[in-house]
């Protein structure tokens, strides 16, 4: 059990807390919670958990403030559980770099699957064992959540972020449609999922330093999907 994956709750509702706390636990993870986003953030100094389950309605902290943070600092999957239905809420939240978004009523059984989705690994290249994989010059170190430039400069990854980059390391000059992006990476269908991968590929492209008007990495093949244009080495 101390070699599971470790999931941070951070809800305010003690009964969600301990619902999703039993849940998961019966399904073999480890969990902490937290009340109160202050506590959190103080706890993630000292743990690295594997996903953390946010609740935007926070007494102590704007909720999507806190996911774009952890987005940005942080290699650990961003699910949020929230009781904003509107599919704004759900767009913005995708778009600040949460991986998934579930809304509260929820069955325990479905977070326990969106979670189990979001940290099933995908396949490594064919040859390449370990995490790190170069490309066109670049390095993607998943171990860190780092991508690298040729000249040694840094920039982290989101959890989000290197699960796209992913997709593409191992589908090299192949198209990848919409419906193939959905099967790979999970979510549901729609236009919160479209809008999200296109910030999450936009992200990317920045990082890579890409031309927004002619991207030579990452090429948009228009009602079709993306290509992926690097050589891995």
Avoid at 172 to 186: A, K
């Amino acid at each position: 059990m101390t070699d599971a994956p470790l999931i941070a709750i951070l809800d305010d509702e003690p009964e969600i807390r301990r619902l999703l706390s039993s849940a998961l636990e019966e399904a073999g993870f480890r969990t902490q919670s937290f009340a109160r986003a202050l506590e959190f953030e103080a706890a993630l100094r000292r743990i690295t958990p594997e996903a953390c389950l946010i609740d935007l309605g926070l007494p102590d902290r704007d909720g999507l403030a806190l996911v774009h943070r952890l987005a940005t600092e942080s290699g650990a999957a961003i699910i949020i559980i929230s009781g904003r239905a509107q599919v704004q809420d759900k767009v913005t939240g995708l778009e600040l770099g949460a991986d998934d978004y579930i809304i509260k009523p929820f069955e325990p059984a479905e977070v326990v699957a969106r979670i189990r989705a979001r940290l099933r690994r995908p396949a490594q290249v064919p040859g390449r064992s370990g995490q790190t994989v170069r490309f066109a010059d670049w390095t993607a170190d998943f171990d860190r959540y780092m991508l690298i430039a040729p000249d040694g400069t840094e920039a982290p990854l989101s959890h989000a972020e290197a699960e796209v980059l992913r997709m593409f390391i191992d589908n090299p000059r192949r198209l990848i449609t919409r419906s193939q992006m959905l099967d790979t990476l999970g979510g549901t269908a729609g236009d919160s999922f479209d809008r999200a991968m296109d910030v999450r590929i936009s992200r990317l492209r920045t990082k890579l330093g890409e031309d927004p008007k002619n991207p030579r990495l990452i090429k948009t093949i228009y009602g079709a999907g993306y290509i992926f244009l690097a050589e891995i080495s």
